[in-house]
């Protein structure tokens, strides 16, 4: 039971523009959340987090904006650069379990 | 700082056979996880050890193990291969707090013949 969705398997983005990823999830127990990027041949590299008290952290051009009631967290990128093409995954974890649960991924492509 | 170490990076194995991974964590770090990743279900977790005991369990079956030693280095041994094992195997470290930020190796490429 996938607990952690991301239902666009791809996006397009053109270079300077926003590029925006979104999840969503069903446990109600996760309260941290993160964003990881994965070139090919590469394991996944941490981009970014936020915790379950605040509704947006920001970190340079990348910004997570979480919504609890909805149960959805979005990857903002502004500006997009092509070197940002890659595999973006969605996890949450929650306070007890040492886990992370990924989604499946989004493919983004940055076109200059 | 060296990142984590994953060996070997690709096998070939058949039907029936075992085989075993091995993982060296970043210096310091004291948390070892594994997680499997396939075409159809992305990222899977398969457990996670801290200080030589296992902490956390995904919900594979029994012929997927792991340990890790004394100086934080992992193992994980799938025995009676399947075809469906064929899969990028992932390991990361951490210091063991659990707030996720998970260190990944590149992983190690199975091939089940």
């Known amino acids: 039971d996938q607990q952690v969705k991301q239902n666009s398997p791809s996006l397009s983005v053109q270079e300077g523009r926003i590029s925006i990823l979104n999840c969503d999830y069903t446990?109600?127990?996760?309260?941290?959340f993160l964003w990881y990027k994965k070139y090919p041949a590469e394991g996944p590299t941490f981009l970014i987090s936020i915790s379950s008290i605040k509704d947006k952290n920001e970190d340079g051009r990348f910004t997570v904006f979480l919504n609890k009631s909805a149960k959805h967290l979005s990857l903002h990128i502004v500006p997009s650069q092509p070197g940002d093409s890659a595999v973006y995954f969605c996890?949450?974890?929650?306070?007890?379990?040492?886990?992370?649960?990924f989604g499946k991924g989004t493919s983004l492509l940055v076109t200059p | 700082k060296a990142g984590v170490t994953q060996t070997p990076r690709y096998l070939i194995k058949t039907r029936g056979q075992q085989v075993t991974l091995s993982c060296s964590p970043i210096s310091g770090h004291r948390s070892v996880s594994w997680y499997q990743q396939t075409p159809g279900q992305g990222l899977q977790f398969l457990f996670e050890y801290f200080s030589e005991t296992q902490r956390n369990k995904g919900n594979f079956p029994g012929r997927f193990s792991g340990r890790q030693f004394s100086n934080s280095r992992s193992e994980m041994n799938v025995s009676t291969l399947e075809l469906g094992d064929s899969a990028l195997y992932l390991c990361a470290s951490s210091l063991g707090e659990n707030t996720g930020e998970l260190f990944f190796g590149e992983g190690s490429r199975l091939t089940v013949l």
């Open positions: 446990n109600s127990m996760f309260d941290y």
């Open positions: 996890a949450a974890n929650s306070n007890s379990g040492y886990a992370l649960n």
